[in-house]
């Protein structure tokens, strides 16, 4: 039997996962709506099958499926895609304790990936606002 070994996770370990988190953000907050809703459930359907040949045989492909499903919906709303990238955390994780890392020279990229996933999350259940618009707003109450 082949067993998997749970590579170490350090403190320093988060840092570069919190700052993807908030590039993509950002990032995606260049985008205007309605667009920037439907580039980010594209976003989820090609995260779906990041982990294809990840360790898990059929049910990466269930889940490939079920990510989909989230995105399609995601098109019309920014809960599913919260939900969405929730679950991919979950499988980030389950990657990290029992399957194939998402970037194979990186052992710890996939609990990195969950941190990354749980940030954006949040924020998609916060539907997504442009953190352009935040500071704008911030300043525009400070003036007042």
């Known amino acids: 039997m082949n067993f998997h070994q749970v590579p170490a996770f ?7 996962p919190i700052v993807i988190a908030g590039i993509y953000i950002v990032a995606s907050s260049l985008i205007r709506e309605p667009s920037r809703r439907s580039f980010n459930a594209i976003m989820l359907g090609g995260a779906g099958a990041a982990y294809l040949s990840g360790g898990f045989g059929v ?4 889940f490939t499926a079920l990510l ?5 919906k995601g098109l019309q709303s920014y ?7 929730l679950l991919h955390a979950g499988w980030d994780v389950m990657h990290h304790f029992y399957g194939n890392p998402i970037v194979p020279f990186a ?3 996939s609990a990195g990936c969950a941190i990354t996933d749980t940030i954006i999350a949040m924020w998609f259940f916060a539907d997504a606002p442009s953190v352009f ?3 704008r707003f911030s300043k525009a109450a400070e003036r007042a």
């Open 10 to 16: 350090h403190g320093l370990d988060v840092v570069a």
């Open 79 to 85: 809960r599913f895609i919260a939900v969405g990238w």
């Open 68 to 72: 989909t499903f989230c995105a399609f």
């Open 133 to 135: 618009d935040l500071v």
């Open 59 to 62: 049910w990466e492909f269930t």
């Open 107 to 109: 052992p710890t990229s």
